[in-house]
Protein backbone atom coordinates (compact mmCIF):
# COMPACT_ATOMS: atom_id res chain seq x y z
CA UNK A 1 0.00 0.00 0.00
CA UNK A 2 3.14 2.37 0.73
CA UNK A 3 4.36 1.85 -2.64
CA UNK A 4 1.01 2.28 -4.33
CA UNK A 5 -0.04 5.25 -3.03
CA UNK A 6 3.86 6.83 -3.62
CA UNK A 7 4.26 6.94 0.27
CA UNK A 8 7.56 6.57 2.15
CA UNK A 9 7.82 4.57 5.35
CA UNK A 10 10.81 4.55 7.30
CA UNK A 11 14.01 2.42 8.52
CA UNK A 12 16.04 0.46 6.04
CA UNK A 13 12.21 0.03 4.29
CA UNK A 14 12.34 3.52 4.20
CA UNK A 15 15.91 3.83 2.37
CA UNK A 16 15.34 1.21 0.31
CA UNK A 17 12.30 3.56 -0.82
CA UNK A 18 14.30 6.09 -1.33
CA UNK A 19 16.56 4.20 -3.35
CA UNK A 20 13.63 3.26 -5.81
CA UNK A 21 11.95 6.25 -5.94
CA UNK A 22 15.52 8.29 -7.12
CA UNK A 23 17.23 5.43 -8.83
CA UNK A 24 14.62 3.63 -9.93
CA UNK A 25 16.06 -0.03 -8.64
CA UNK A 26 13.83 -2.56 -7.93
CA UNK A 27 12.46 -2.20 -4.09
CA UNK A 28 12.97 -5.50 -3.33
CA UNK A 29 16.64 -5.81 -4.43
CA UNK A 30 17.56 -2.37 -2.75
CA UNK A 31 15.81 -3.61 0.45
CA UNK A 32 17.74 -6.75 0.71
CA UNK A 33 21.07 -5.30 -0.49
CA UNK A 34 20.31 -2.11 2.08
CA UNK A 35 19.91 -4.62 4.98
CA UNK A 36 23.47 -6.50 4.49
CA UNK A 37 25.60 -4.32 6.78
CA UNK A 38 22.93 -4.93 9.66
CA UNK A 39 23.22 -8.60 9.70
CA UNK A 40 26.36 -8.46 11.02
CA UNK A 41 25.88 -6.70 13.85
CA UNK A 42 23.12 -8.13 14.55
CA UNK A 43 25.06 -11.55 14.19
CA UNK A 44 27.93 -10.10 17.02
CA UNK A 45 24.64 -8.51 19.71
CA UNK A 46 21.82 -10.66 19.14
CA UNK A 47 23.27 -13.64 17.87
CA UNK A 48 23.00 -16.78 15.11
CA UNK A 49 19.20 -17.57 15.64
CA UNK A 50 17.99 -13.80 15.48
CA UNK A 51 19.83 -12.79 12.53
CA UNK A 52 18.94 -15.85 10.83
CA UNK A 53 15.42 -15.50 11.37
CA UNK A 54 16.31 -11.72 10.24
CA UNK A 55 17.98 -12.67 7.44
CA UNK A 56 14.70 -15.00 6.30
CA UNK A 57 12.22 -12.50 7.08
CA UNK A 58 14.34 -9.70 5.05
CA UNK A 59 14.67 -12.23 2.06
CA UNK A 60 11.07 -13.08 1.88
CA UNK A 61 9.86 -9.43 2.06
CA UNK A 62 12.82 -8.60 -0.36
CA UNK A 63 10.83 -11.32 -2.97
CA UNK A 64 7.19 -10.70 -2.00
CA UNK A 65 7.50 -6.54 -2.76
CA UNK A 66 8.34 -7.65 -6.48
CA UNK A 67 5.60 -10.15 -6.58
CA UNK A 68 3.03 -8.56 -5.11
CA UNK A 69 1.75 -6.13 -7.66
CA UNK A 70 1.80 -9.62 -10.22
CA UNK A 71 -0.38 -10.96 -8.03
CA UNK A 72 -2.96 -7.95 -6.67
CA UNK A 73 -3.93 -4.49 -8.20
CA UNK A 74 -5.64 -1.53 -6.17
CA UNK A 75 -8.33 0.62 -8.51
CA UNK A 76 -8.91 2.70 -6.06
CA UNK A 77 -6.37 3.19 -3.03
CA UNK A 78 -6.87 5.95 -0.77
CA UNK A 79 -4.07 7.56 0.11
CA UNK A 80 -4.89 8.13 3.58
CA UNK A 81 -6.60 5.17 4.13
CA UNK A 82 -3.18 3.30 2.55
CA UNK A 83 -1.19 5.39 5.30
CA UNK A 84 -2.78 4.45 8.59
CA UNK A 85 -3.48 0.96 7.07
CA UNK A 86 -0.19 0.09 6.07
CA UNK A 87 1.58 1.58 8.92
CA UNK A 88 -0.67 -0.36 11.40
CA UNK A 89 0.06 -4.02 9.32
CA UNK A 90 3.25 -3.47 9.31
CA UNK A 91 3.74 -2.48 12.53
CA UNK A 92 1.83 -5.99 13.42
CA UNK A 93 4.60 -7.72 11.49
CA UNK A 94 7.63 -6.38 12.99
CA UNK A 95 5.91 -6.82 16.58
CA UNK A 96 5.17 -10.55 15.66
CA UNK A 97 8.89 -11.10 14.46
CA UNK A 98 10.12 -9.39 17.66
CA UNK A 99 8.26 -11.57 19.46
CA UNK A 100 9.69 -14.52 17.92
CA UNK A 101 13.16 -13.48 18.30
CA UNK A 102 12.76 -11.84 14.78
CA UNK A 103 13.46 -8.71 12.92
CA UNK A 104 12.79 -6.72 9.22
CA UNK A 105 16.45 -5.77 9.37
CA UNK A 106 18.83 -2.58 10.09
CA UNK A 107 16.83 -0.32 12.18
CA UNK A 108 14.66 -2.57 14.07
CA UNK A 109 18.12 -4.61 14.80
CA UNK A 110 19.83 -1.25 16.45
CA UNK A 111 16.27 -0.97 18.23
CA UNK A 112 16.06 -4.44 19.49
CA UNK A 113 19.52 -4.22 20.60
CA UNK A 114 19.05 -0.92 22.77
CA UNK A 115 16.04 -1.94 24.03
CA UNK A 116 17.57 -5.38 25.77
CA UNK A 117 21.14 -3.76 26.14
CA UNK A 118 19.88 -0.19 27.53
CA UNK A 119 16.02 -1.31 28.20
CA UNK A 120 15.11 2.12 26.10
CA UNK A 121 11.83 1.23 24.19
CA UNK A 122 11.92 -0.06 20.74
CA UNK A 123 8.87 1.73 19.56
CA UNK A 124 10.32 4.81 20.47
CA UNK A 125 14.02 4.20 19.03
CA UNK A 126 12.01 3.20 15.93
CA UNK A 127 9.75 6.24 15.89
CA UNK A 128 13.16 8.46 15.96
CA UNK A 129 15.19 6.88 13.56
CA UNK A 130 11.94 7.19 11.16
CA UNK A 131 11.17 10.21 11.24
CA UNK A 132 14.43 11.21 10.43
CA UNK A 133 14.45 8.87 7.26
CA UNK A 134 11.29 10.69 6.25
CA UNK A 135 12.21 14.48 6.19
CA UNK A 136 13.69 12.85 3.47
CA UNK A 137 10.40 12.78 2.28
CA UNK A 138 9.59 16.29 1.63
CA UNK A 139 12.74 16.59 -0.38
CA UNK A 140 11.16 14.24 -2.88
CA UNK A 141 7.44 14.52 -3.10
CA UNK A 142 4.98 17.14 -2.51
CA UNK A 143 3.91 17.92 1.32
CA UNK A 144 0.61 15.95 1.48
CA UNK A 145 2.42 12.71 -0.04
CA UNK A 146 5.28 12.99 3.02
CA UNK A 147 2.69 14.23 5.61
CA UNK A 148 0.88 10.70 4.76
CA UNK A 149 4.44 8.87 4.84
CA UNK A 150 4.76 10.69 8.71
CA UNK A 151 1.36 9.41 9.71
CA UNK A 152 1.79 6.13 8.19
CA UNK A 153 5.23 6.04 10.19
CA UNK A 154 3.43 7.13 13.29
CA UNK A 155 0.65 4.24 12.98
CA UNK A 156 3.53 1.82 12.60
CA UNK A 157 5.25 2.69 15.84
CA UNK A 158 2.57 2.99 17.64
CA UNK A 159 1.80 -0.66 17.40
CA UNK A 160 5.03 -1.34 18.82
CA UNK A 161 5.47 1.42 21.56
CA UNK A 162 2.38 0.10 22.65
CA UNK A 163 2.88 -3.33 22.75
CA UNK A 164 6.55 -4.49 22.98
CA UNK A 165 7.66 -4.45 26.36
CA UNK A 166 11.32 -5.66 27.38
CA UNK A 167 10.95 -9.07 29.02
CA UNK A 168 7.62 -10.14 26.95
CA UNK A 169 7.65 -13.56 25.34
CA UNK A 170 10.70 -14.60 22.43
CA UNK A 171 10.32 -17.56 20.20
CA UNK A 172 12.69 -20.05 20.29
Not at 25 to 46: D, E, R, T
Not at 65 to 74: D, H, N, Q, S
Not at 103 to 116: D, E, P
Amino acid sequence: MFREAALFTGGTTGIAFLVHYLAKAPLGAALFAINLPFYVFGWQKLGRQFTLKTFAAVGLLSIYVELLPRWIAFSHLDPVFAAVMAGLLVGTGILILIRHGASLGGVTIMAVYLQKARGWRAGHVQMAVDATILIAAFALTDASKALLSLLGAFALNLVIAVNHRAGRYYGA
